[in-house]
T-cell receptor, first 112, second 112 residues
């Protein structure tokens, strides 16, 4: 079993819909949580960073962390075709030397 | 200005050859990383350097040798390339005190 699990998708939604992504993890030591967006043949781009349970909002993006359930989510409101990409969750803790452990990524397709 | 840049972007080479990938960051970060992304898009850390000092060395064959001449550069040399080394290699950087890593555009290595 992987330390971080993420549904590979693909997740197909119509333009304007809310995209809901999530990851579960098994290591309770994880303290810091990130979401990256990766377009085809590009490097991962940092979207959101959180370090506590609760919600964090940035524009159309909301990141949610529930440490008690070992579950994190990313919501994308008013999705656009340009949001079509693979979304990767990543997490780490201080004693890990900031080594990121990634989920396998969820491919998202927003249809016009 | 590119924050984390890698060269080359594409590398096609024969089995048994030795090759190097170069990485430079202009973000003023003191920690740099090499990650490998396999054909299933799974990203996994290989090495981490902090201020030219190796701090993370995952279970990677010793044919892979990272070298950091200064804190803005981290190169990856691979000896005796094998078919299974084909993957996309990403360089990343972060602040030692921070957890968010910023990635380069990747080097797509194909061993034939």
């Amino acid at each position: 079993q992987k330390e971080v699990e993420q549904d590979p998708g693909p997740l197909s939604v119509p333009e304007g819909a809310i995209v809901s992504l999530n990851c579960t993890y098994s290591n309770s030591a994880f303290q810091y949580f990130m979401w990256y967006r990766q377009y085809s043949r590009k490097g991962p781009e940092l979207l959101m960073y959180t370090y506590s349970s609760g919600n964090k909002e940035d524009g159309r993006f909301t990141a949610q962390v529930d440490k008690s359930s070992k579950y994190i989510s990313l919501f994308i409101r008013d999705s656009q075709p340009s949001d079509s990409a693979t979304y990767l969750c990543a997490m780490t803790f201080k004693a890990a030397g900031n080594k990121l452990t990634f989920g396998g990524g969820t491919r998202v397709l927003v249809k016009p | 200005d590119t924050a984390v840049s890698q060269t080359p972007k594409y590398l096609v080479t024969q089995m048994g050859n030795d090759k190097s990938i170069k990485c430079e960051q202009n973000l003023g970060h003191d920690t740099m990383y090499w990650y490998k992304q396999d054909s299933k898009k799974f990203l996994k850390i290989m090495f981490s350097y902090n201020n030219k000092e190796l701090i993370i060395n995952e279970t990677v064959p010793n044919r892979f040798s990272p070298k950091s001449p200064d804190k803005a550069h981290l190169n990856l040399h691979i000896n005796s390339l094998e078919l299974g080394d084909s993957a996309v290699y990403f360089c990343a950087s972060s602040l030692r005190s921070g957890q968010e890593a910023f990635f380069g555009q990747g080097t797509r290595l194909t061993v034939v």
